[in-house]
């Protein structure tokens, strides 16, 4: 669970770093604008790869409850 909320903290970091850059391309800055894109291209990446995270965690303690369940009953 720490390393998913250093991941979120990552993707807030970053959300906030791209934020005056769509600010200044809503202006119509064109710099801004491309320097935006390549902003929220790298939050999508960082949203994929916190997501992907969090499944495997969750298959990880999914699995975990299971085998834990079998060996009770053994």
Same mark, same amino acid.
């Given at each position: 669970?720490?390393?998913?909320?250093?991941?979120?903290?990552?993707?807030? *970091?970053?959300?906030?770093?791209?934020?005056?850059?769509?600010?200044? *391309?809503?202006?119509?800055?064109?710099?801004?604008?491309?320097?935006?894109?390549?902003?929220?291209?790298?939050?999508?990446?960082?949203?994929?790869?916190?997501?992907?995270?969090?499944?495997?965690?969750?298959?990880?303690?999914?699995?975990?409850?299971?085998?834990?369940?079998? *060996?009770?009953?053994?």
């Amino acid at each position: 669970a720490n390393a998913i909320m250093v991941m979120w903290e990552e993707l807030k *970091s970053l959300v906030r770093a791209v934020e005056a850059d769509i600010t200044k *391309s809503a202006q119509g800055g064109i710099s801004a604008g491309v320097r935006a894109r390549s902003g929220v291209r790298a939050v999508k990446a960082k949203c994929v790869e916190l997501n992907r995270t969090m499944l495997e965690r969750d298959k990880a303690v999914r699995e975990e409850k299971k085998a834990l369940k079998e *060996s009770e009953e053994k």
